[in-house]
């Protein structure tokens, strides 16, 4: 089993960037696929993004597409979150989460790890 921790979230402004890192631990990172969800308050947590276990293949959900960036370093067993023109929508508790396949990170609802969360706060 894979145990995930993410850093990077804070307050940022209306239009700015920000990255999210998720550290794993344990041999098997590469052989999982890799994503991100969020939750904001008062809303059911969300899918944001996803990358296969090699990075080849990424999946956006249509609010995020084009501005936020998802990757992964194998050898440093992270995966990142780049966010760009960030919107007060934005807003929200973001999760990354590990499973065997990337269909079942894209689809849910049940995924093998998940994170703590970090939280994220873009003032308009």
């Known amino acids: 089993q894979v145990q995930l921790v993410e850093s990077g979230g804070g307050l940022v402004q209306a239009g700015g960037s920000m990255r999210l890192s998720c550290a794993a631990s344990?041999?098997?990172?590469?052989?999982?696929?890799m994503g991100w969800f969020r939750q904001a308050p008062g809303k059911e947590r969300e899918f944001v993004a996803a990358?296969?276990?090699?990075?080849?293949?990424?999946y956006y959900a249509n609010a995020v597409r084009g501005r936020f960036t998802i990757s992964r370093d194998n050898a440093k067993n992270t995966m990142y979150l780049q966010m760009n023109s960030l919107k007060p929508e934005d807003t929200a508790v973001y999760y990354c989460?590990?499973?065997?396949?990337?269909?079942?990170?894209?689809?849910?609802?049940?995924?093998?790890?998940w994170g703590q969360g970090t939280l994220v706060t873009v003032s308009s």
């Open positions: 990358v296969s276990w090699s990075g080849g293949t990424t």
């Open positions: 989460a590990a499973d065997q396949t990337l269909r079942t990170v894209i689809t849910g609802p049940t995924l093998d790890a």
């Open positions: 344990g041999r098997t990172f590469s052989s999982y696929a």
